[in-house]
């Protein structure tokens, strides 16, 4: 059974940098691809960025320049380093595998002053 789990979320002030982490059980993240989703409140999940089994990254264009996504093979982790952070990336993140199975509780991110 898949599991994952997101931390590394907090509150930071505008232009400010956090890196979240997906650690995951149950799945090989070196073979995955995996992606990480946000919920800004009052609003859907929205796909924030993915990452190919190989080394391919999509980001959404909103993060595009800002965020990173990478993979720690060893850890079985995967990692989203947010820079430059704005008050409209405020959202519950969560990571899963690329083709969607069970949520985890997720990571909050707040960016204000």
């Known amino acids: 059974q898949v599991h994952l789990v997101e931390s590394g979320g907090g509150l930071v002030q505008p232009g400010g940098s956090l890196r979240l982490s997906c650690a995951a059980s149950?799945?090989?993240?070196?073979?995955?691809?995996m992606v990480w989703y946000r919920r800004a409140p009052g609003k859907q999940r929205e796909l924030v960025a993915s990452?190919?089994?190989?080394?391919?990254?999509y980001y959404y264009d909103l993060v595009k320049g800002r965020f990173t996504f990478s993979r720690d093979n060893a850890k079985n982790t995967v990692y989203l380093q947010m820079n430059d952070l704005k008050p409209e990336d405020t959202a519950v993140y969560y990571c899963n595998t690329y083709t969607l199975g069970a949520w985890g509780q997720g990571t909050q991110v707040t960016v204000a002053s």
């Open positions: 990452l190919t089994s190989g080394t391919d990254t």
């Open positions: 149950g799945v090989d993240v070196r073979g995955q691809a």
